[in-house]
């Protein structure tokens, strides 16, 4: 059964860089969801070959024990001079056929230019227009002029009214979270010390009461390996409903992924079929 499931996590930087880590997080009981972002990205072909490597590295790393999952997109900061938004569709629509692929991410803004945001509608238009309501959509905000960057985003987002039913926005800091959760989307937290500490999820769990059952926690790992999910697990500085909710349930639930055991909390609609999504916190 998960005890833990890291809702956002980059896979092949960490199996590159960190290679030790894929059988702790199996023996952690951990499942992940493996956000693209990408090395050398130069051209739009370096994106397509990127994006077929990341499969050969899933496959191998499901072999090895590890429950993952993932969402294919282009990042704000490795989009290539030479991609146009009419290219999206093409580039993308194949791997999002992967049966273990829950939609598209890691999307979003990083400075509010005017590619990054031709490229994420574009990316946003794809998924809503595949006509499958279980593509999900992992959205990042960045480090630097949070706020201002974050609330251009949610500008941009309001278009996509169906948007928030399916989407995460995630690395929400005290600065962001209010507004991202009053428009109804989840809230991702990336527990770590360079993003949030468990003193900080903790404010804003508090902070936030009634929409908690939207917030959903991550380490964004890749290159730099965090173990802040597992140790604020075994703190159990946070309730243990909100904490199941937190840590896996919330994340099982959107995301539609089916666990181990257990009792069925919910169900996802993947091409026609009704799949229950399982999950268990001890």
Not at 22 to 35: D, G, P, T, Y
Not at 91 to 110: H, Q, V, Y
Not at 125 to 133: Q, T
Request: charge should be negative; proline fraction near 5%; include cysteine.
């Amino acid at each position: 059964m998960h005890r833990i499931i890291d809702s956002h996590i980059h896979l092949c930087s960490l199996a590159k860089h960190n290679p030790d880590r894929i059988a702790w997080l199996a023996e952690h009981r951990c499942a992940v969801i493996s956000w693209a972002f990408g090395g050398n990205i130069g051209t739009a072909s370096d994106l397509k070959h990127y994006f077929s490597y990341r499969l050969t590295i899933f496959d191998d790393l499901r072999r090895r024990g590890l429950d993952c999952y993932h969402l294919c997109g282009i990042h704000p900061r490795k989009l290539p001079p030479d991609l146009r938004p009419e290219a999206v569709a093409g580039l993308l629509t194949p791997f999002l056929d992967i049966p273990e692929c829950l939609g598209i991410g890691e999307i979003g803004l990083e400075t509010g230019s005017s590619l990054e945001r031709e490229i994420l509608c574009a990316q946003l238009e794809l998924g809503l227009s595949l006509g499958r309501p279980e593509v999900r959509f992992g959205i990042h905000t960045p480090r630097k002029e949070k706020a201002s960057i974050t609330a251009q985003l949610l500008r941009l987002l309001d278009v996509f009214k169906t948007l928030p039913h399916v989407a995460v926005i995630d690395h929400c800091t005290h600065e962001i979270i209010g507004p991202v959760l009053s428009r109804g989307y989840h809230a991702g937290i990336s527990l770590s010390r360079i993003k949030s500490s468990e003193v900080e999820l903790i404010q804003m769990l508090e902070s936030h009461a009634p929409e908690a059952g939207r917030i959903m926690c991550n380490t964004d790992s890749g290159r730099d390996f965090f173990e802040d999910m597992v140790l604020a697990v075994h703190a159990g500085k946070i309730e243990q409903k909100i904490a199941e909710n937190v840590f896996s349930g919330t994340a099982a639930r959107f995301f539609g992924i089916a666990g181990e055991g257990g009792a069925t909390s919910d169900c996802r609609i993947v091409r026609g079929e009704r799949i229950p999504t399982v999950f268990s916190f001890i």
